[in-house]
């Protein structure tokens, strides 16, 4: 997913998936991940400044272009009808954070997630400050009962440290049921992906909590985070 604004990194002609992380740009370090896992079929969805994406990618993904911004999963909906009719599983990334994941780190997501038979699955990882982000929320044998944000989060939920930082695998067939099911944010009039976690658990679907424990990352949202990332990635490349 390269198609958001960035509205907090103030730039007016480049998407933040191209800002330079390390000397390469974020997505394409993400790309770069995806050719280690020796994953063939790669779509990048565009849109703010999808020029300055096109760019760096072409010649390397299928570009899906998503017109009007309204969320993660109105994004993923959009990349749906450039996947070709024989894939069955996606795995979905946004482009300004998961140049953090290891190759290691997504192996074992999916492997995971096909040893399972799931038809979601998620990472979740540790972080000391949790603020901002979407706790995972599980009940007294450990079984994930869904994700909360901040905003809708009681005192005891806020305290919690595991969070889901937008990393999923997903059947294809599961997506085409029931991400039309998605409901609008009556907030931020947005369609979120976490919002097809709550289906699956209602729908008793299969869904896998992935552990991938207190890894290195960050969310970049602005130039301040964009820097303490620099300092990150360079401890663990």
Known sequence: MAAGKGKRMKSL????????????QMIVHTVDLLDRLEIKQKIAVVG???ESVMKVLTGRVIFAEQSKRLGTAHAVAYGLKKLPKDIQTVLVLGGD??????????????????????????????????TGLGRVVRD???KVTGIVEEKDATDVERK?????????IFEVEFLRQY?????KSPVSGEYYLTSLIDIAIKNREKIEA???GKILWRGIN???ELKAAEKLFLNIK
Do not use: M, Q, W
């Open 13 to 24: 002609n480049h998407n933040k998936v191209v800002l330079k992380l390390a000397n390469k």
């Open 48 to 50: 703010f400044a999808k």
């Open 97 to 130: 954070d998961s140049a953090f994941y290891t190759k290691e780190v997504i192996e074992n997501l999916i492997k995971t997630h096909c040893r399972e038979k799931a038809v979601l699955s998620f990472l979740t990882i540790t972080v000391d400050n949790p």
């Open 140 to 142: 007294k044998n450990g």
């Open 160 to 168: 919690i440290k595991e969070i889901n930082p937008g990393c999923y």
């Open 179 to 183: 991400l039309k099911t998605v409901d």
């Open 210 to 212: 992935v552990i991938g």
């Open 222 to 224: 602005t130039p301040e």
